[in-house]
Every structure is written in structure tokens, then in C-alpha cells.
């Protein structure tokens, strides 16, 4: 499959898996873990931050949630929700055109990236 391919998959498996299932993180988390080894590390690459963005923002909202009782969680909810929407279209249409580079706001980075070294080949730690 053409690594541009994987990455409109992973957005969309990061758009709706919060729409359609109960854990939010567990769409790109299949995704990260099918693809964190992949060849092409931009997919891997991607799939990583968009897990991290569905972690955070898990965290963002549960964090709205507890503060409803002092009624600004009802807005910070709105706000996050709106805020969500308009950055998965933006993600929508950088990754339909194959450019996994966009990030996401309020992104806290939980899983970091492989570092690499340049020209190193072997794939042995």
C-alpha cells in the first residue's frame, strides 16, 4: 500500500474513532501499532503523532468534564469540540495530498519518536 494511502487511513481512523468507539485512542492506536516499523518512516511518523493528538485531547476533555460543575467545563467542551472539528478538516486535507506534517494543538508528545541516524541502515539497537 502507498504510504500516502496509509496516512489519509490513519486520519481517518483518528477522525472517526472518537465518533464510533468508546475509547477514542483506539483507532490510531491499531494504526500506530500496525505501522510503527513500516519502511516509511512518515507513516510511522504520523500515525505516532496522531495517536499522541487522540491521547491529549482525551485528556483535554476529561479535564472539561471535571470542571463542569464550575460551568466554564460546558464552554471549554464547545469550544474543544469546535476546535477539534476544524483541525481534523485541516488534517483531512493535508493528508488526502499524502503530507502527514500537520500538528495538531494541544498536542502533549507521550510517544516519541525512534531517533535515527543518518545513513544508519541497520535496524539492530
Not at 9 to 33: D, E, Q
Not at 60 to 69: H, R
Amino acid at each position: 500500500m502507498e504510504s500516502k494511502h496509509k496516512i489519509l487511513i490513519t486520519c481517518l481512523c483518528n477522525a472517526f474513532g472518537g465518533l464510533f468507539t468508546v475509547i477514542p485512542c483506539l483507532a490510531p492506536l491499531i494504526c500506530w501499532l500496525a505501522w510503527k516499523d513500516d519502511a516509511d518512516y512518515a507513516v510511522a511518523d504520523y500515525a505516532r503523532k496522531r495517536l499522541n493528538t487522540s491521547i491529549s485531547w482525551a485528556i483535554w476533555y476529561f479535564a472539561a468534564l471535571a470542571s463542569t460543575f464550575l460551568l466554564v467545563g460546558y464552554i471549554a467542551i464547545i469550544v474543544l469540540g469546535v476546535w477539534a472539528l476544524v483541525a481534523i478538516i485541516m488534517d483531512l486535507i493535508r493528508a488526502s495530498s499524502g503530507d502527514g506534517s500537520y500538528k495538531f494543538p494541544l498536542t502533549v508528545e507521550f510517544i516519541k519518536a525512534k531517533p535515527t541516524v543518518p545513513g544508519n541502515t541497520d535496524q539492530q539497537g
